[in-house]
């Protein structure tokens, strides 16, 4: 609750810093308040559970754990921002604010026991979205992309409300743990079709909010048109807070209607697979590549959600939270790197890349890893990320799922090796040749990343359970 009261009145305050026109003074700003928040997040890990807003929102381990995971994405973030400050952006005040305001509906997605809670967190969230999609407002890239996704996410949130009003005809409630007991003991048989048809309604629309296919579609053209540090962003935050909320919703409010959405929840898995990774494959750009990366990575976390078994604390729990604070990681290292990248040689396709492991060592050095972990590989975050979630899986006997994801995972591996590839092996030409200029702070932030990463894949069980 801490965190909700400080991100929403240093979100005010950031808004009346930009009348000194002085962006030098707003970057240290947010990432001051962002370390107070953290700090405020981890000091409420020690007290027993609270309830908020009449029980609508509760702060438990649950909680703390993924706030922690977004606050500190956002916080790894900032310093790419970077370009922003130096360019005078006059908006700057403006896109800070809505990064925290952002924060603000991630919080209450993940502590949400009410499902109002739920639909006020995802549109404080998505708003924020919309706006920041189109924040480069002289490219037609960006104001596509800010149309499309405002319009595909309208239609998501109508259909999600759609389902949490079909949810609420059918128990009488919208509190989680009410739900529960309703669904567990319907009063009145007649009204479970309306009941089944408010899940399913649901389902589809937080699907569309995590890239889950087949509501996917809007994914790579959004994350291609949106500034690469906003589409780190999205990537990342939203994801994490977006199954956050998925996971709570199924183990805690239906885990008695278990048999009706597991299969449908097995079907979108095995199909976002298959679309991320296939689709990931057959790009050209470093951009797009790892906008249908983050479809797979959706379906990898679907199979947390699977193996779930109506716990918030068992191993497929944990799994989801390493996973995602892996995947955070990482997908940051890669943006931060290609947006640094980007912005020096005006292009994000893979011949961009060229020849930048002898021209900047370090970012070359940060891509690799992130890329190995993103793929999986062993001593990153990543594996061990799938290992957890995957191990849970087979525990509940999803053997086929498992066995399709571990090959879709051998799909991935080519084409996060492209990046590479075209770093240490292709030689830079032209006006790609010069080094890219890199700040003390992005160095810095660009090695803890890495060293981060490498972390997780050598020391996992200092995270891999604390759920």
């Given at each position: ?263 449908t929840i097995q079907a979108m898995c095995a199909l976002t697979l298959l679309l991320g990774n296939v689709g ?188």
């Amino acid at each position: 609750m801490t965190s909700i009261i400080l991100l929403s009145i240093f979100g005010i305050v950031q808004l009346f810093l930009g009348f000194l026109r002085s962006n030098k003074v707003l970057l240290p700003g947010v990432l001051l308040v962002l370390l107070a928040v953290f700090g405020a997040n981890l000091a409420d890990w020690n007290h027993a559970p609270q309830s908020f807003f009449n029980q609508m929102l509760t702060v438990d381990h649950y909680t703390v754990a993924f706030t922690g995971i977004v606050v500190l994405t956002a916080l790894l973030l900032l310093p790419f921002s970077r370009s922003y400050v130096v360019a005078h952006e006059p908006n700057l005040a403006e896109y800070y604010a809505l990064l925290l305001f952002s924060l603000v509906g991630a919080i209450m997605m993940i502590g949400y026991d009410h499902l109002l809670m739920l639909f006020v967190g995802i549109e404080i969230l998505s708003i924020s979205m919309y706006v920041l999609a189109g924040a480069s407002k002289r490219d037609s890239r960006s104001n596509e992309a800010a149309l499309k996704y405002f319009l595909m996410g309208a239609f998501a949130t109508g259909i999600l409300l759609f389902g949490i009003a079909l949810l609420y005809g059918a128990t009488g409630t919208f509190a989680l743990s009410q739900i529960a007991t309703a669904v567990a003991a319907p009063a009145n048989a007649s009204l479970l079709p309306m009941l089944y048809i408010g899940i399913l309604l649901m389902i589809i629309g937080i699907g569309f909010k995590v890239s889950a296919a087949p509501f996917h579609f809007w994914t790579p053209d959004v994350y291609e048109g949106t500034p690469t540090f906003f589409t780190a962003f999205m990537s990342t935050v939203v994801k994490t807070a977006g199954f956050a909320a998925f996971l709570k919703l199924l183990a805690v409010a239906l885990p008695a209607a278990q048999g009706f959405w597991a299969p449908t929840i097995q079907a979108m898995c095995a199909l976002t697979l298959l679309l991320g990774n296939v689709g990931a494959a057959a790009q050209t750009t470093t951009k797009r590549m790892l906008a249908y990366s983050s479809v797979s990575h959706a379906g990898y976390l679907l199979i947390g959600l699977v193996a779930g078994n109506g716990s918030l604390t068992g191993p497929a729990a944990n799994g989801i939270f390493f996973y995602s604070l892996a995947y955070s990681i990482a997908t940051v290292a890669a943006f931060g790197v290609l947006k640094l990248v980007a912005d020096h040689r005006q292009r994000d396709d893979y011949a961009g890349l060229n020849g930048l492991g002898k021209t900047n060592p370090l970012l070359a050095f940060v891509m690799t890893v992130a890329m190995l972990s993103l793929a999986g590989i062993p001593l990153t975050g990543g594996f061990f990320g799938k290992f957890f979630l995957l191990t849970a899986a087979v525990g509940q006997g999803h053997i086929g799922l498992v066995v399709f994801a571990v090959i879709m995972s051998m799909v991935g591996i080519y084409y996060y090796l492209r990046p590479i590839i075209a770093m240490y092996l292709r030689p830079a030409e032209g006006p790609t040749a010069d080094a890219v200029p890199v700040d003390g702070l992005q160095s810095f932030t660009l090695g803890l990343l890495a060293l981060l990463t490498i972390a997780l894949g050598i020391l996992p069980g200092l995270l891999s359970g604390i759920l």
